[in-house]
């Protein structure tokens, strides 16, 4: 399976946390904590995997890596 980067946050519009993967456009769900939203957004990913391969899409490669600082 393809190691996508998945970057979780709090929306206040939604009052949920929002977990998204950069690489799948759209791809993304909702979950009363950031542990939810993730497993949700596993299940989605898995979706928009089979449905790309089902149209015969090509299956984008992960390129997002977000640059992360170190605190000191």
């Known amino acids: 399976m393809h190691r996508y980067t998945i970057i979780v946050f709090w929306s206040d519009e939604d009052a949920a946390w ?3 993967v950069p690489d799948l456009k759209s791809c993304s769900a909702f979950g009363k904590s950031p542990e939810e939203a ?3 957004v596993r299940i989605a990913m898995n979706a928009w995997l089979a449905a790309a391969r089902d149209a015969g899409l090509p299956i984008p490669k ?11």
């Open 18 to 20: 929002v977990a998204d």
């Open 38 to 40: 993730v497993a949700e």
């Open 62 to 72: 992960p390129l997002y890596h977000p640059h992360i600082e170190a605190a000191e």
